[in-house]
């Protein structure tokens, strides 16, 4: 099978909850550990040795995000135990599918992570906006080794929140090719070609689309990332 649609990835952003670095009886080991769980969310992979631990040794770092399977969220951990060998400092990432609604009862409650992996730029956009969330330090967001286009979704009305850690391909659209050639249907460039490929099939019987969405308490995310990725094209 092949695919003839190609969307944009949903990109993974860290941020700093500011609710929980604030309100430490130590002002500079508050200071201190927003600044180096900045760090720890831009750090490289595990062959770079990560920036010196100016004294944070001992400091305790909480991570929380969506991924949650042993083979993702323990990668997610390696690569974070590998920046606490270099730094001393001590990070636990927590993952669960529903974190991005959880997060939402946390910071309510005045007990958010250190740092969230926020699965769509537009809901670090809104913790932004009303406070929820602190802005990276300037000497991070200034050595943030990434395109304009990437960085971008990590900022939010020109101030740097988050860098973007991971990408997700979605929305594709698979097809037969030899089913295409039995019934000379051409392959679709533009949205109204889509549109008359999925009439010409009706009128022939055949059924369009068939979208996989059940997926536990989380059933329906493959087809709302569909919605999702129709309104940023058409609308922005």
Not at 83 to 108: H, K, L, P, W
Not at 121 to 141: I, M
Not at 205 to 213: L, M, Q, R
Request: charged share 20%; aromatic share 10%.
């Amino acid at each position: 099978m092949k695919t003839f649609k190609r969307s944009f990835g949903l990109f993974l952003v860290l941020a700093l909850v500011s609710t929980a670095c604030g309100g430490s009886d130590d002002d500079g080991a508050s200071s201190s550990a927003s600044s180096s769980a900045a760090v720890a969310t831009t750090a490289a992979p595990a062959t770079t040795a990560a920036p010196a631990s100016d004294g944070l040794a001992g400091t305790s770092v909480t991570v929380f995000g969506p991924e949650s399977s042993d083979e993702e969220a323990g990668a997610l951990q390696d690569a974070l135990d590998a920046f606490a060998a270099e730094s001393g400092i001590e990070i636990v990432y927590t993952g669960n599918r529903d974190a991005a609604d959880m997060i939402n009862t946390q910071v309510a409650g005045g007990n958010p992570p250190d740092i969230f992996v926020f699965p769509q730029p537009g809901k670090l956009a809104d913790f932004a906006r009303d406070g929820s969330v602190l802005p990276l330090p300037a000497d991070v967001a200034s050595s943030m080794e990434w395109s304009d286009a990437w960085t971008s979704f990590g900022n939010v009305d020109g101030t740097q929140y988050g860098v973007p850690t991971k990408s997700d391909l979605k929305s594709l659209v698979w097809y037969k090719p030899a089913k295409f050639a039995e019934k000379g249907y051409e392959i679709p460039g533009t949205w109204d070609a889509l549109k008359s490929l999925a009439g010409d099939m009706i009128a022939n019987g055949d059924t369009p689309f068939c979208v996989g969405i059940e997926s536990g308490p989380a059933t329906g995310w493959t087809f709302t990332d569909w919605v999702e990725d129709l309104m940023l094209r058409m609308h922005g």
